[in-house]
């Protein structure tokens, strides 16, 4: 089977820009969880989705959203871009919800905003 | 709230040596824990999960309640454990609200062992 697949794998934005992110979990599984990984914070919690609809929700401003599609590919949506935003964002899938089957973690994306 | 501590960003230990990787935990429910473990230019993955009681690679996690921890340990340690190790924590499938289908993890441990 392969993997989760993110794209792409690195991105440069310029603040103030906006930035979609995708995710393609492992096929038949139905939970996608999204996280931002950061030297300073570590791995923080975006949000999960699980058939379509958004579970939970991580700490992160507005800006930060998302959604999931009926074959489960996910899209992760940045609007308003900082420099904080930098990071690296990791998309993991999960056969059952997260937290019930183990998460699958993607190469993750590269984001860097100037 | 839930909260995972790896208290040791760094630790080495020598081949063969025992190595004992420490995760403490804060959550008013019922928890699921889990290690993730990175290797260098490789992606995230699961080492091994409380519910499972296995044991893999070697590695064993025993939840300690009255603690709060769930510490990883392997008695003797081989040069190609040397990765970032992550514990994470999950609320119970029962346990509902909002800490139910996310996963927190702790800091990570970056774990050198030398030949």
């Known amino acids: 089977k392969a993997g989760v697949t993110q794209t792409p794998r690195y991105l440069i934005k310029t603040r103030g820009q906006q930035v979609t992110l995708s995710c393609s979990p492992i096929?038949?599984?139905?939970?996608v969880s999204w996280y931002q990984q950061t030297p300073g914070q570590g791995l923080q919690f975006l949000f999960e989705y699980f058939s379509e609809t958004q579970r939970n929700k991580g700490n992160f401003p507005g800006r930060f959203s998302g959604r999931q599609f009926s074959n489960s590919r996910s899209e992760m949506n940045v609007s308003t871009l900082e420099l904080g935003d930098s990071a690296l964002y990791l998309c993991a899938s999960s056969l059952e919800e997260a937290g019930v089957s183990p998460l699958h973690f993607g190469n993750g994306t590269r984001l860097t905003v100037t | 709230a839930q909260r995972v501590t790896q208290p040791e960003k760094l630790l080495s230990v020598f081949k063969g040596a025992p190595v004992e990787l420490k995760c403490n935990y804060s959550?008013?429910?019922?928890?699921?824990l889990f290690w993730y473990v990175q290797y260098s230019r490789q992606r995230l993955q699961l080492l091994l999960r409380?519910?499972s009681r296995e044991s893999i690679k070697g590695f064993t996690a025993d939840l300690n309640k009255g603690e709060t921890s769930f510490h990883l340990k392997k008695p003797f340690a081989q040069e190609e454990d040397s990765a970032m190790y992550y514990c994470a924590l999950s609320a119970l499938p029962n346990a509902g609200g909002t800490s139910y289908g996310k996963l927190t993890f702790g800091q990570g441990t970056i774990l050198t062992v030398h030949p």
């Open positions: 409380h519910i």
């Open positions: 959550y008013s429910g019922s928890p699921e």
């Open positions: 096929s038949g599984h139905r939970s």
